[in-house]
């Protein structure tokens, strides 16, 4: 199945890119697409428990994921 | 009234304090979030700022509606502002009204913190050499918080 991987700001810059689709196994959970974002060039910069959400609310990392969902890796966040 | 939003363009300050304000209130707290000239000793030029526009919306609800129930609190209005912002600029408007000040200020308080903790918006920095930075106010491993 696919998922849509969103990437934002300084993570966006590290890993040259800002959404991309992953083939995932049926059962999929967040940290195995991190894992798999872990595997692409510049992102031993990422830390080691980044903020992650599913389709615009965070998450954790044993989250099992459906087709379709939009998996965010979360930079620090800066608002205000 | 309570509404939350996501601006492109310079913030309402006036009409923000006004749709938190009614009668039966008698106090209104402002806070305005505003882009500083220097940060960390480092002098600033500009900021844009930019988010994960859904759930940022999201989150920004979820605080006032915990606001409002946590302090009693029936006028909350939240705007943030995004892209490129100069010096001045005010990034954050927060207005909370209750018939009390005590509640009004402590909501107000709460408000902010809240969304600097967990509103999906980053800022980055424009400095004087024409360098550009992603703010990190961390710089450290952050928990993941959960709803």
Redo the contacts between chains.
């Keep these: 199945m696919t998922v849509t991987v969103?990437l934002?700001?300084?993570y966006a810059?590290t890993l040259g890119a800002s959404a991309l689709d992953l083939d995932v196994d049926v059962g999929a959970t967040v940290e195995d697409v991190l894992g798999r974002i872990r595997r692409m060039p510049g992102a031993d910069r990422l830390?080691?428990?980044?903020?992650?959400?599913v389709n615009?609310?965070?998450?954790?990392l044993d989250r099992v994921l459906e087709a379709g969902d939009e998996v965010?890796v979360?930079?620090?966040?800066?608002?205000? | 009234m309570i509404r939350t939003r996501l601006v492109d363009q310079p913030i309402d300050v006036a009409a923000v304090l006004r749709d938190a304000s009614t009668t039966a209130n008698g106090a209104v707290i402002l806070f305005l979030?505003t882009v500083r000239d220097v940060n960390d000793d480092r002098p600033v030029t500009a900021l844009d700022?930019?988010?994960?526009r859904?759930?940022?919306e999201?989150e920004m609800a979820s605080i006032a509606q915990e606001a409002a129930e946590r302090f009693g609190i029936n006028d909350i209005v939240i705007e943030?502002r995004l892209g490129e912002l100069a010096l001045g600029d005010a990034?954050?408007a927060v207005a909370v009204a209750h018939p009390h000040r005590g509640a009004a200020f402590d909501a107000s308080r709460f408000v902010?913190e809240e969304?600097?903790?967990?509103?999906?918006?980053?800022?980055?920095e424009h400095y004087v050499d024409g360098t550009r930075e992603?703010?990190?106010?961390?710089k450290t491993?952050?928990?993941?918080?959960?709803?």
């Design positions: 969103l934002f700001a300084s810059d830390p080691a428990t980044p903020l992650l959400a615009e609310r965070y998450a954790a965010a979360i930079p620090p966040v800066a608002g205000g | 979030g700022y930019s988010a994960y859904g759930m940022a999201h943030h990034s954050v902010i969304l600097k903790h967990r509103v999906p918006i980053w800022k980055r992603w703010v990190d106010p961390t491993v952050v928990e993941v918080p959960h709803e």
